[in-house]
Structure formats: structure tokens, C-alpha cells
């Protein structure tokens, strides 16, 4: 199915750093979700966004639902080792039944 | 959000054989899905367990390779059927609660066929 634009694919940061990594489409979505996957997990879910617009903060996470109901972008404030894994985007559309579009993941490393 | 549960967590299979892999709910949960996570990619939905009623397969994704069962709102299984080394992925099932399109997964089932 069609994939969301996220980027960036890969980050190699600092601890301590922010992070930012956002994710793209050509079409609304009704809402917006964001997950990490550890190494041998699933994914968890870390914040869910509802409104174009909202922005929605879960610890060191904020997480915002672009205005144009298009994009979204998930910051990282203060980096720690325990950051490290996959994060995907996926986008619900009303218009889709229950399917969830995903982005293909930004991959997080963080140097101690 | 629910509990999931998955077994088995891993298994190497040989080729031509067929896994069940078992998704558990700890509460009763409308919309079940299955979802494969091939290396290094994003996941992509195999299909959409119906209790009831017959699974809702994805483009790509066939009934006679997936059969899924849904017998009651906590429970459901995948096959995976006459396996090759290209069915070697991460299966996910996730259940649909809380608001408009939210999923949460369980910790999936790694799949080697050798």
C-alpha cells in the first residue's frame, strides 16, 4: 500500500541531543500515530494525534499534527541511550475502514 | 490499551511446512489484525480477523497461504502456509481500541524458514 514520506531513514546523534524526525503525504489523514520498535519488540505506541493541529507531549516526546492534516513531526528533547530503535508514523484515514498507512522508519542511534 | 500476547515469540521452520501463530487479548477487542515486518522494512497488513466471519485479506495476501481464524473478540490465530525462505519476517497481530485508528501490537512471532 502507499507508504508515508519519513524522514530522515537513519540518525547517529549525541546523548543529550534533540531529535526531530517528520513524516510527509500527498493526502489528509484523519489521524496520526507514532511508534517505537526496540530490537526483537513490537511497536508501542507513543503518542496519538486526533486534530489537525494538536500538539501532544508525552515526556521527552512532543508530537504534532500538521494543520494541513498532511504531515506530522515527533522531537526528542535531551537524548538517552534507552532512545535508541525504530520509529514509525502511520496515518488513519476515515475514508480507509481501520487501515493504518506506515512510514518506512527512522532508525535512532545514540552515542553515550 | 490491551495486553497482547503471542506465541510462539520464534520459530526456524523448514521449507514446505506450515506455523500457527496465536494472538491473545487480555479483553474483548472489536477489529484484530495481522501484519508482516520483513527485515529491515515497515509493516504491511496482511489482513483483517472478522469474528464471525471470514478474514478481509490485503492485495497480495491470499486465504489459502493466511488462513485466519477468529473465533471469539480475544483471540485469533495466523498460518502461515507451505512456507518458503521468503515468508521469514516478523508477524505482528494489533488490535484496534481507544480512538479513530489507533492499533497497539503485540510483540510479535520471528519466523526463520530454512
Redesign the interface.
Known amino acids: 500500500g502507499q507508504q508515508l514520506n519519513q524522514s530522515p531513514q537513519s540518525m547517529f546523534i549525541q546523548e543529550g541531543e534533540d531529535v526531530s524526525m517528520n513524516c510527509t503525504s500527498s493526502s489528509i489523514f484523519n489521524t496520526w500515530l507514532w511508534y517505537k520498535q526496540d530490537p526483537g519488540e513490537g511497536p508501542v505506541l507513543l503518542i496519538a494525534l486526533y486534530k489537525a493541529g494538536e500538539l501532544t507531549s508525552n515526556g521527552r516526546l512532543t508530537a504534532q499534527f500538521g494543520i494541513t492534516r498532511k504531515d506530522s513531526f515527533l522531537n526528542i528533547s535531551a537524548s538517552i541511550p534507552s532512545d535508541v530503535g525504530i520509529y514509525f508514523c502511520a496515518g488513519h484515514r476515515e475514508t480507509s475502514g481501520s487501515r493504518l498507512t506506515f512510514g518506512e522508519g527512522t532508525q535512532l542511534t545514540v552515542n553515550p | 490499551?490491551a495486553v497482547?500476547s503471542q506465541k510462539p515469540s520464534r520459530d526456524i521452520c523448514q521449507r514446505g511446512t506450515s506455523l500457527t501463530i496465536q494472538c491473545q487479548v487480555d479483553s474483548q477487542v472489536t477489529?484484530m489484525?495481522w501484519y508482516r515486518q520483513q527485515p529491515g522494512?515497515?509493516?504491511?497488513?496482511i489482513a483483517?480477523a472478522n469474528q464471525g466471519s471470514e478474514a478481509t485479506y490485503?492485495?497480495g495476501f491470499v486465504i489459502d497461504k493466511f488462513p485466519i481464524s477468529r473465533p471469539n473478540l480475544t483471540f485469533s490465530t495466523l498460518t502461515v502456509s507451505n512456507m518458503s525462505p521468503e515468508d521469514s519476517s516478523i508477524y505482528?497481530c494489533s488490535v484496534?481500541t481507544?480512538?479513530?485508528?489507533?492499533?497497539?501490537?503485540?510483540?510479535?512471532t520471528?519466523l526463520l524458514v530454512l
Open positions: 490499551s497482547i477489529m489484525f522494512q515497515s509493516l504491511t497488513l483483517t490485503e492485495s505482528l484496534g481507544g480512538g479513530a485508528g489507533t492499533q497497539y501490537f503485540g510483540p510479535g520471528r
